[in-house]
Nanobody, 120 residues
């Protein structure tokens, strides 16, 4: 089992920045790819970004390319999502995920989510 705890969400004005963090723990945390999904009210869950264990594979959703950056620190079992130039349409609950590989569809392990609200 892998436990994931997100932090860093909040309220920000359009054009602003936030950095999300996710700390992983558990017996199988090593060698996992990690990433982020989000879900806005009334909308389906969508993939945001993913990064492989060694960081050699990084994938972004088209909607966040050039604005968001995913990174990880394996020594701290932590993955980050730096979000710049935020837009109101980025408002959502952001979920940290972990799995054996990067997937844009789903993941085995999920955090509880952190709310990001971007005001116009």
């Amino acid at each position: 089992q892998v436990q994931l705890v997100e932090s860093g969400g909040g309220l920000v004005q359009a054009g602003g920045s936030l950095r999300l963090s996710c700390v992983a723990s558990g017996r199988t945390v090593s060698s996992n790819a990690m990433g982020w999904f989000r879900q806005a009210p009334g909308k389906e869950r969508e993939f945001v970004a993913g990064i492989s264990w060694r960081g050699s594979t990084i994938v972004y959703a088209d909607s966040v390319k050039g604005r968001f950056t995913i990174s990880r620190d394996n020594a701290k079992n932590t993955v980050y999502l730096q979000m710049n130039s935020l837009k109101p349409e980025d408002t959502a609950v952001y979920y940290c995920v972990a799995d054996r590989g990067v997937s844009t569809a789903t993941a085995k392990y999920w955090g509880q989510g952190t709310q990001v609200t971007v005001s116009s």
